[in-house]
């Protein structure tokens, strides 16, 4: 006999926990067992605070529970933090090692001569690196410069898009559109994730 799924609501539908077993659980008065059309790896999050996991039909589905102003409150303010955290990833609190490295590679790559001493902050890259190679200097200074230039450019894509998404989410008449204007919001996230190799 094959191990089903189960999704408990109560009566109401509202998802109140999962559970696998080999015949139908024994619930609680005001409870259902609903066998899950697909299985359920893990616990889906919601996407704002102000929505709440119902059943039906052995699926799941989120209900916006809060009136319109507050949820488009909830998900514009949930871009700052989306924001921060790809920051937290790719500087995290290494701004002013990044920002001097950059100096220092620029510094060197302007410099009609080569200098007699290079920076550690490049010399550093050079010997240690992703490609697990000794590089030169010239090499590791451009790689430097990249990573920044790269950063930099994200950095604006994130404040410009992050404004043009929040307008989107302030013009939303009803729950759809906001959830359209979080679903851009959040594959422009996934995108920039990928392009930054995050």
Partial sequence: MRTLQYCISDLAGRVVGFGDCD???DVAPGQVAHVMVEPVVQW???PTPTQVLYIANGELYWVETAPLDD???AAIAKT???VDAIYDVAVGRRVTEYALAEEAARAYLAAEV???VVSDYITGHATNNPTGQQQSNEWAARQIIE???AFRWAALQMRNVRFARQADMRAASTSEELAQA???WEGFLSWLRLTLDL
Avoid: F, G, I, T
């Fill in 147 to 149: 990573r920044a230039d």
């Fill in 80 to 82: 700052y933090p989306d």
């Fill in 71 to 73: 949820a488009k409150a």
């Fill in 182 to 184: 979080v679903a851009e």
């Fill in 23 to 25: 015949s139908p659980p």
């Fill in 114 to 116: 080569a200098p007699a």
């Fill in 44 to 46: 889906p999050e919601a």
